[in-house]
Each structure stands twice: as C-alpha cells, then as structure tokens.
C-alpha cells in the first residue's frame, strides 16, 4: 500500500537537498582562490616592459613625496593620473573597481569622518547633533583622504604591471636580506597551494550543507573550525616535504636562484628622473600651495 507520509517526507528532503545546494553555490561564488600572478594586467605596455627595480624606486618614492604633501591637489593628480595609467595600460573594469575605487574608498572615507568629528581645531564651522565641527579637522580629513588614494593608486599601478618574481629579484638587487626574500618567495608560493586546498575544503564541507541555514552558528563555527585545523596539519605537512625536497637538492642560505643584471645606464637615469620629480611635488607643495597654510 502507498505510504503518503513517507512520500511527503522524500519530496521535504529532495527540496532542502536543492535549496542547501542553492545556498552552497551562492556561497562557493565569494570564495576565491589568492592567486598573485593574476594581479598583473595585461603585458605589453611601456610601465610592463620597464625595469622591475625602476618602478620600485619609483612606487616607494611617490608614495614619501604623498605622505609628505600638505596639500590635498598633488595626491588627487596623482591619484587621476594613476586611474588614466590603469585604463591605459588595459585594466579591466571591474578590476579597476575592485582595487582603487571599492575597498581603498570605503577606507579613506571612514578616515575621512572619524577625524572630521574627532580632530580639535579652534575654527568651528557646524555642529552634528553636538558634534563640533572645525575648520581644521576638516582640512585635515581631506588630506588624509587624497594621501589613501593616491598611495594606494600608485601601489596599484605597480601590482598590476609588476610580475612577482620581478619583484623579488629587485629585491635581491637591493641587497635585502636573503632569508626575507626567500620566506617572501615562498610565501607568495605557497598562499596560492594553500588557498587552492582551502577552497576545495570549504567546497566539499559546504556541498554536505555543511553551512546550511538549517544549522546554527555554533554548527557552522564547529565546522569552519574543522577545515581551518585540517588547513594548519596540511601546511606543516607540505611544509615539511618541501624543505626536504630543497636540502636534497642542495639548497643553501647562499644559493644563488637568479642571477640579476647590472642596472643599464638608461634606467639608472629613469631613477634619477623619478626621485627629482618627487622633490619637486614635494617642493611645489611646500612653497607654493602650500602659501598661507598650516596642517
């Protein structure tokens, strides 16, 4: 005889089957692995082809010559001018949005109004149910916005047309220390592996309801818990075998893994060129916007 009951109850757990794996792909989409070879867009430009080492001096140059500006206009140039290099150099949009426009935004206006309302001043101009509002907090704020932008800008800029091992290489050529090198280079290596085997965790946990919204926080903290020990015990297992696998191949602390190129004369002048550029913002603000002001 047919049993209604045990029907309804199948038809019940085939539709909370389909809506915790509904849930589990809506999921899966902001879970993403870090990758940092992906970062570089695009790699034909002038900025791609030119020398790791200049852009380096260049990016860490341009961002003293902000955090030393007193005035918000120069941080705002470069901040327009680092959005007109990214379009140049073929950033997609939505990557643009991601990296200069979302996240380094919503830090610089929180910045932006917590020192609005919490910077003294003796000017005051408004008040915002109670709060003072003075003349020079205000100024202060803007500054502190443009700087935000126009550093992470320009550090955008140079993530995208920078390969890593470029990087890392021009870090050898400025006589960083080799075991910071090293531990970079491996680290950047091995964030992706790990960040690979945490996706495919979090995957398979979420595709047995694992976070279903059937199951409370405690239930989905007890889980998460669960992948992020399994992720521990997998990295010092990984991180064991490949420092085996490198001591039997003869890695040392002196091992040379690149050899590095002499600096040409014609990016050595790039350089020069650069640092100079930075003085002179930097003075240009100093003397001349920076007339008849104080911050």
């Known amino acids: 005889m047919y049993d209604c009951g045990d029907y309804n109850w199948k038809r019940y757990k085939r539709t909370d089957t389909r809506t915790c794996v509904k849930q589990t792909m809506r999921l899966i989409d902001h879970i993403t692995e870090v990758d940092f070879e992906r970062l570089v867009v695009g790699s034909s430009s002038t900025i791609h082809r030119l020398d790791a080492r200049v852009k380096l001096i260049g990016?860490?140059?341009?961002?003293?010559?902000?955090?030393?500006?007193?005035?918000?206009?120069?941080?705002?140039?470069?901040?327009?001018?680092?959005?007109?290099?990214?379009?140049?150099?073929?950033?997609?949009?939505?990557?643009?949005?991601?990296?200069?426009i979302l996240l380094p935004f919503t830090i610089a206006l929180i910045v932006l109004?917590?020192?609005?309302?919490?910077?003294?001043?003796?000017?005051?101009?408004?008040?915002?149910?109670?709060?003072?509002?003075?003349?020079?907090?205000?100024?202060?704020?803007?500054?502190?916005?443009?700087?935000?932008?126009?550093?992470?800008?320009?550090?955008?800029?140079?993530?995208a047309a920078t390969e890593v091992m470029a990087v890392t290489e021009a870090m050898y050529w400025f006589k960083m220390p080799k075991v910071m090198v090293d531990l970079a280079v491996m680290m950047l290596r091995y964030i992706h592996l790990l960040s690979v085997e945490s996706v495919r965790m979090y995957r398979a946990q979420a595709s047995r309801c694992g976070f279903s919204s059937r199951l409370d926080y405690k239930q989905k903290l007890n889980n998460l818990s669960t992948i992020s020990g399994s992720l521990i015990l997998r990295a010092l297992k990984r991180g064991e075998r490949v420092y085996a696998a490198m001591l039997s191949r003869g890695y040392t602390i002196d091992s040379e893994l690149t050899e590095i190129e002499p600096l040409s004369a014609k990016n050595a002048l790039f350089c020069v060129i650069i640092i100079v550029f930075?003085?002179?913002?930097?003075?240009?603000?100093?003397?001349?916007?920076?007339?008849g002001t104080c911050l």
């Open 59 to 100: 990016a860490f140059a341009l961002i003293f010559c902000i955090i030393s500006m007193k005035q918000p206009l120069i941080p705002l140039f470069i901040f327009c001018a680092a959005t007109l290099i990214c379009f140049g150099i073929k950033m997609p949009l939505r990557t643009y949005l991601k990296r200069l």
């Open 113 to 159: 109004v917590v020192v609005i309302f919490t910077h003294g001043g003796e000017h005051q101009v408004a008040s915002f149910f109670g709060w003072p509002i003075y003349h020079e907090s205000c100024s202060f704020a803007v500054l502190l916005f443009a700087r935000i932008i126009a550093s992470i800008s320009v550090l955008s800029v140079f993530v």
């Open 278 to 291: 930075s003085v002179l913002l930097v003075i240009v603000d100093r003397i001349w916007l920076g007339v």
